[in-house]
């Protein structure tokens, strides 16, 4: 769970390019057939062309060597038929765009020291307070890195077990298990 979805204006779901690992929580392209590409990345599916317009956010994970979940080994997976792909079985994946609020462990460690209201870009399919690559504002830091109440009763964050949970490992984040609260822009 590298994406908590606090809000969303839309969900489409859109089928993914083939030979794509991306990570729920990773801004996403459009290739030229319409598939959905990691943003910044060369996309094999048509001739290597690195996209950089930003769809959107990535709602599922597409993987093949791990779920990503925070705070569990690369190895678990709850639906061991589907090898890590939450897209095996439509071929499509949720894409949020046009709006809303997340928090998410993928980002920049610049965005780890980032303030409230920094604008975010996306930079090889993560969260960047750097704006190369021709992107526009992807979203607007509302709350710094920190760690993320999970729902579980404990004593780590307002009464409930930190999200992830691990301060030395981190378990699939980007950043320390920590995540980061923003406004979508796009």
């Known amino acids: 769970m590298a994406l908590v979805e606090k809000f969303h204006v839309v ?11 991306i990570r729920e929580g990773q801004c996403v392209c459009l290739n030229t057939l319409g598939h959905v590409v990691l943003e910044g ?25 791990a779920s990503y979940m925070p705070g569990v080994s ?4 709850n639906r061991v038929s589907d090898y890590f792909d939450e897209t095996k079985a439509s071929a499509k994946m949720t894409v949020y765009h046009s709006g809303g609020e997340f928090a998410t462990d993928q980002f920049a460690a610049n965005v780890g020291s980032a303030t409230p209201y920094t604008a975010l870009y996306a930079k090889n399919g993560i969260l960047d307070t750097s704006g190369e690559g021709g992107n526009g504002i992807i979203a607007y830091l509302t709350q710094a890195a920190g760690y993320y109440p999970s729902g579980v009763p404990g004593v ?19 950043y320390n298990n920590m995540y980061i609260e923003f406004k979508l822009a796009i």
């Open 41 to 65: 990345v060369a996309d094999t599916e048509t001739a290597d062309t690195v996209y950089y317009v930003t769809y959107g956010i990535a709602g599922d994970t597409k993987s093949t060597t």
């Open 74 to 77: 690369t190895g678990w997976q």
């Open 11 to 21: 969900a489409a779901e859109r089928a993914v390019a083939t030979g794509q690992t």
């Open 156 to 174: 780590d964050v307002n009464g409930d077990q930190a999200l992830g949970g691990q301060v030395t490992a981190p378990g699939g984040a980007n």
